[in-house]
């Protein structure tokens, strides 16, 4: 059986300020949204955009640059693998969250 691939790569906009966590030994992890867009021409013939929001995790020496670098409304590429995991949520229910682990960032410009 030959090897699957999971890579993602997305390019937009920081929607929150990256919030840093310091998880085991002393490391830290960096989460923060993105905004990615798209135009779509809707059967009326107006043109629409769509903004999907996306979850993002960023460790070691990314979380570090980006405790110092981004901030809400930078534009950013990312490269990395969609992660989906089952947690609780507060009420107890169970939920599947999908998040981008980033192996790589490239900030586009600054807000």
């Known amino acids: 059986m030959k090897n699957s691939i999971n890579k993602i790569t997305l390019s937009g906009n920081v ?18 949204s993105l905004a990615t867009h798209e135009f779509i021409k809707t059967t009326d013939g107006k043109i629409k955009r769509l903004t999907v929001w996306h979850k993002v995790v960023l460790s070691g020496r990314l979380s570090e640059l980006s405790e110092n670098t981004i ?41």
């Open 71 to 111: 901030n809400k409304g930078a534009a950013i590429q990312i490269a990395g693998k969609l992660i989906k995991r089952i947690k609780k949520n507060k009420e107890g229910f169970i939920q599947t969250v999908s998040e981008i682990r980033a192996k790589d960032l490239v900030i586009v410009g600054k807000a």
């Open 15 to 32: 929607g929150t300020q990256p919030t840093i966590k310091v998880i085991a030994n002393n490391k830290k992890r960096a989460y923060l």
